[in-house]
């Protein structure tokens, strides 16, 4: 098993371009997560997924797209990014949810210019 | 905002010796996780404790919850090199996702 897997790993960005972060993982689990993480603010939610088809906002969702087409694949879009976009991104799965273990991905550094 | 709240923000101890974190929180929980994560990578779950529970082992590790407090700590007993690492409590509010704190950076010195 892969695990969850991120694409791509780095990528730098010119503001006002787009681009799409893919998360996939291959245990089947229901929940879905995509997390940014900044020196000294931890990890901050911004969408998730309970199930296919179903996408909630979470703390920090603007600027951000998601879908969830597949069950296995997240994905997360920044339509037009902007330096303040500049950060790691994580994604995450779990089976049951909170109550759950979460398995995360090896995460994506996005720069944007 | 961060429910979960780590103290200290960084830790440095020699090797050998234990390490305590802990965490505050500030409303009721169904349960409190604690993740690992080396530098550049992805968090790796470590422990999950339940709010009817008091305490927990894994290997050398010890969680505590005291719910009537609002706090949990993480032990690491007997510290080698490899724990160097940043260390993240979540915490499940009911709300079918996680909120983490902002870590406390634990540095193994030899």
């Known amino acids: 098993n892969a695990g969850v897997t991120q694409t791509p790993k780095f990528r730098v960005l010119k503001t006002g371009q787009s681009m799409t972060l893919l998360c996939a993982q291959d245990?089947?689990?229901?929940?879905m997560y995509w997390y940014r993480q900044d020196p000294g603010m931890g990890l901050r939610l911004i969408h998730y997924?309970?199930?296919?088809?179903?996408?909630a906002k979470g703390e920090v969702p603007d600027g951000y797209n998601v879908s969830r087409l597949k069950k296995q694949n997240f994905l997360l879009g920044l339509e037009s990014a902007a330096p303040s976009q500049t950060s790691v991104y994580f994604c995450?799965?779990?089976?049951?949810?909170?109550?759950?273990?979460?398995?995360f991905g090896p995460g994506t550094r996005l720069t944007v210019l | 905002s961060q429910q979960g709240e780590e103290d200290p923000q960084a830790l440095s101890i020699q090797e050998g010796e234990n390490a305590t974190m802990n965490c505050s929180y500030k409303?009721?929980?169904?349960?409190l996780q604690w993740y690992r994560q080396n530098s550049g990578r992805g968090l790796v779950h470590l422990i999950l404790?339940?709010?009817?529970?008091r305490e927990k082992h894994s290997g050398r590790l010890r969680v505590t919850l005291d719910t009537s407090k609002k706090s949990s700590s993480l032990l690491i007993t007997a510290s080698r090199a490899a724990d160097t690492a940043s260390y993240f409590c979540?915490?499940?509010?009911?709300?079918?996702?996680?909120?983490f704190g902002q870590g406390t950076r634990l540095t193994i010195n030899p």
């Open positions: 409303t009721s929980i169904n349960n």
């Open positions: 995450a799965s779990s089976y049951l949810g909170p109550i759950d273990t979460q398995y």
């Open positions: 404790i339940r709010s009817n529970e």
């Open positions: 997924s309970v199930g296919e088809g179903t996408t």
């Open positions: 979540a915490t499940d509010q009911g709300a079918q996702k996680l909120v």
């Open positions: 245990m089947n689990h229901e929940y």
